[in-house]
């Protein structure tokens, strides 16, 4: 009985990973379009080719990484392309706060080391995942770990065949859709309840009204007044019903 | 030089962003307020990014053409029905190749 308890965690463990690869297999392939896209962008570009491509696995953020690429290309100032690029991505502070209380008990080298891979689709597959309540520590990383190297595999070598083969897909096939549509349908399963519903429909709302927003920050303005508001509608409905 | 400078300053940037709060969380608890309203960052960060890919374009509201409004609309409500998000793919990507010759 002792050995069965034991080895339980590690066939949980293992099984979460698998999970992870699975529950990520739609999205990473959604992104390779846009990594493509990228790889080709930087072939095409004054940006020495090393340089861009090592964006993709450093940076890990399509949006910023195209907008560094093309900025450097148009001779922008390195400070401006800096500040551009981080903004873009302050999104992910949101990322980081709302998965960083599932870690919470791992070690500090732990954590700095599972903030690495940490974006849109890693997020948005993982928080979900969690919230089921139904994995232990090591099996959240496990899921963790299977989906984000699943999806930093498929991004570098997206860029890779992108930049080598120095074409992107051809727009009439409508790819580029791939990535939108696998947001939309994480949109889908993500508006469960009156709060999250409301959070939504002000975040995207707040994106249109804030279209001029300096340096690309709508999405971060629009997610930040979308939790809020969302919060509000719980919080009231909490105070009414009780 | 410079473009390796900037691309690695962003790289590092960024690490930071992903890395603060998984370093916060270990020196202090979140404030409960701020615990609460986490659930609400996915569904209104993944709206925000949808509402931007299709009505923003360069800093202006600009939506995309209707081929790709409608297959999106109906990658949604596909989603939606079934819980599976291949049906996105299974919905929005031929209603989208349908459209596009019947649309300008």
Sequence with gaps: ?242 | MTPWLVIVAVALGTYAIRASMFVLVGVRPLPRRLEAMLGLVAPAAVAALVSSIVLIRAGSVEPAPIPELAAIAAGLVAVRRTGNVLAAFAVGMPLFWLLTPALP
Excluded: C
């Design chain 1, 1 to 242: 009985m002792m050995s069965l308890a034991a080895r339980r965690p590690r066939t949980d463990a293992r099984r979460a990973f698998v999970g992870g690869v699975r529950d990520i297999a739609p999205l990473a392939a959604s992104v390779a379009p846009f990594g493509l896209a990228i790889g080709a962008a930087v072939g095409a570009s004054d940006v020495p080719r090393l340089a861009g491509w090592a964006g993709g696995p450093l940076i890990l953020a399509g949006s910023a990484q195209l907008t560094t690429v093309e900025m450097l290309d148009a001779g922008a100032a390195p400070l401006v392309i800096i500040v551009s690029a981080l903004v873009l991505n302050a999104r992910i502070l949101m990322y980081g706060a709302a998965l960083a209380p599932w870690f919470r008990d791992e070690t500090l080298m732990r954590r700095l080391l599972l903030a690495v891979p940490l974006i849109d689709q890693l997020f948005l597959v993982a928080a979900p995942r969690f919230e089921e309540d139904d994995l232990d520590r090591r099996a959240r990383q496990a899921y963790y770990g299977g989906a984000a190297s699943v999806l930093i595999g498929v991004w570098v070598a997206a860029q890779t065949i992108g930049l080598v083969a120095g074409v992107g897909l051809p727009p009439a096939l409508g790819l580029h859709l791939a990535a939108p549509l696998a947001l939309a349908g994480l949109l889908a399963k993500s508006i469960n309840g009156r709060p999250a519903i409301v959070a939504a429909i002000v975040a995207a709302l707040v994106v249109v009204v804030g279209a001029g927003l300096p340096q690309q920050s709508g999405v971060l303005v629009a997610a930040s007044v979308g939790v809020a508001v969302g919060h509000m509608t719980a919080t009231r409905r909490e105070r009414t019903s009780s």
